[in-house]
């Protein structure tokens, strides 16, 4: 399978704890992105990067928010001292970035905080 | 800032019926997309519409584009049930000097025998 792909699938922990998600790229794909959608509403834009440069990381929701790509290969998002409000689905996607710049997404991972 | 917005939100239809889902933005984009999510899974990708007067069709679902309208509709024609799914458009914000995507809040559609 060569989509996007994402681990864990689900990922439940408690209150103050880190966590850390992995997404894995269409392999062809310079640029990644990580979205996060909450029950009932479109999926939010966090960041992004183009190859290993992090182009924008200004909707990072806090600084427990970080996001890494050191190779321009796979990514990975950190979330420091997890809020129940951090409770959502956290998507990746990847594009070759051209002018057509159609994103594909990867299955997403399912955080709970308790 | 960019903002996308859907309506209806809720779609309930019967099967053999047409209806349109209406996507309008707020600021100048060239760049538009469908997605199509299913419960619990991710979102798969439906149409690119990259002009002005774009139009896309694939099966019972047609694509259009109004760049000057800030306008894209996803006509649905002769409804089935396997339709049924949250429809998200999204706007490329690049112009706005982002290469994020702005989505809408979705149209969640259910189509019934």
């Known amino acids: 399978d060569t989509g996007v792909s994402q681990n864990p699938r689900h990922k439940i922990t408690k209150r103050g704890q880190n966590v850390t998600f992995r997404c894995d790229p269409i392999s062809e794909h310079n640029r990644l992105y990580w979205y996060r959608q909450t029950l009932g509403q479109g999926p939010e834009f966090l960041t992004y990067f183009q190859n290993e440069a992090q182009l924008e990381k200004s909707r990072l929701l806090s ?47 399912r955080l709970t905080v308790l | 800032e960019l903002k996308v917005e859907q309506n209806p939100l809720f779609l309930s239809m019967q099967e053999g019926k047409n209806y349109t889902i209406y996507c309008n933005y707020s600021t100048t984009s060239d760049r538009l997309y469908w997605y199509r999510q299913d419960p619990g899974k991710s979102l798969e990708s439906l149409f690119v519409l990259l002009s002005n007067g ?60």
């Open chain 1, 63 to 109: 600084d427990r928010f970080s996001a890494e790509r050191p190779k321009g290969s796979f990514s990975t998002l950190e979330i420091q001292r997890t809020e129940q409000g951090d409770s959502a689905m956290y998507l990746c996607a990847s594009s070759w970035g051209s002018s057509y710049n159609e994103q594909f997404f990867g299955p997403g991972t």
């Open chain 2, 54 to 113: 774009a139009v896309k069709q694939e099966g019972r679902l047609m694509a259009s584009l109004d760049t000057k309208a800030r306008l894209s509709t996803l006509h649905i024609t002769a409804a089935v049930h396997d339709l049924s799914a949250t429809y998200f458009c999204a706007v490329d914000a690049t112009q706005g000097g982002s290469e994020k995507l702005v989505f809408g809040k979705g149209t969640k559609l259910t189509v019934n025998p």
